[in-house]
């Protein structure tokens, strides 16, 4: 489940804000089921903070940032957004999409 919320973010009508990362119980995935609850909550928000605590975190293409080995042109953010572990589920909120996020988004050449 994908939940995403609009703005006119750099003109472009239908960019999203805020894009549910999972829902509250049990979400689907391609590792199995994730089950996100309050105690889960608690503990990824403290996990995060500790081992983390980015302002923001890069939206890329295909999770490649998270590849050394990947050509650095395709490890470039493509947008940015802050965390929130809330009461219904994780979210990416603030998100602000650089253009050329926009532009693939845009051309639907890729969703969010």
């Given at each position: ?7 006119n973010?750099?003109g472009?009508?239908d ?9 509250s119980?049990?979400?689907?995935s ?6 996100y ?10 996990l995060?903070?500790?081992v983390d605590g980015?302002a ?6 295909d ?14 953010a ?19 999409w ?6 693939l ?8």
């Amino acid at each position: 489940m994908i939940k995403c919320y609009k703005s006119n973010v750099i003109g472009v009508e239908d960019l999203p804000t805020r894009i549910m990362i999972a829902k509250s119980g049990t979400n689907d995935s391609v590792h199995g089921p994730y089950v996100y609850d309050s105690s889960k909550r608690k503990q990824m928000t403290a996990l995060y903070k500790a081992v983390d605590g980015r302002a923001s975190i890069n939206i890329d293409i295909d999770h490649t940032s998270l590849d050394p080995s990947a050509p650095i042109e395709f490890r470039e953010a493509v947008g940015w957004f802050q965390l929130n572990y809330a009461a219904d589920g994780i979210w990416a909120e603030n998100i602000e999409w650089t253009p050329k996020g926009a532009e693939l988004i845009k051309n639907r050449s890729f969703r969010y």
